[in-house]
């Protein structure tokens, strides 16, 4: 709790920084908005999804992105403390070096960003009828997507200490991830299941808002569910293994 207040005390320090950083979430939000939107001029259904339900693809996107963010700044910053030797401190300390790594500076800004769009989100889903089956089936596959996440960032902070860069991993995990922005299924084979299955973007990002509209058979939802805990438990052994690896700054 005070690693996250001392973050959110540092970004708020810089106010017109703050503000900028606000303003091109927003806009880079509304663009890609107004890019859906206009699709749906031409056509009423793209991938056989109506205007609304795309709209509720995009905005789950957006919600697990920016939770994920929110938690998981701190990756953004692992590598100058493993270069420059000041993980050896956090290594002796009695607190688990992994969680210190992964959420030990949250990002208010983001915060601020989750308001719209969970009510973005509601305001959708009750236009679309949802049913308690497909809400409850929604909650549980937006944990798995957020273990599948968390277990990115963990292969990201594993990759940072056996090879000591993070930079260009981030931006290929949100490559990879900015993919579902709209459902997979608008996707080709073979990157449709590339994207599915092996690597998780698809169960992540896509899977939360089929199963909330009832397009998710229940194989699937289990066999999503199954790969979410999977992927989370190996990035712990990756992350045992780079622990292992790991040369302090003394050695």
Known sequence: MKLTANSFMTVLSSRFGAFL???GKTLRFVFFLIFLLTLFTQTQFLASYSQAQMLFFFLTFNFIDTVTQLLFREV?????????GDFDLVLIKPIS???????????PLDLFMLIPY????????AGLGVSVEGLALYLILLLNAFAIATGFHIFVLSLAILTTEIDHTVMIYRDLTSMGRVPVDIYREPLRSIITFAVPVGVMMTFPAKALLGLLSPGFVVLGCAMGIGFFLTSLLMWRYSLSRYASASS
């Open 76 to 84: 953004y910053r692992f590598r100058p403390m493993v270069v420059s």
């Open 118 to 125: 969970v009510g973005s989100l509601a305001y959708v889903a």
């Open 21 to 23: 950083f606000l303003i």
């Open 97 to 107: 070096p992994l969680f210190r790594a992964l959420v030990g500076g949250a990002d």
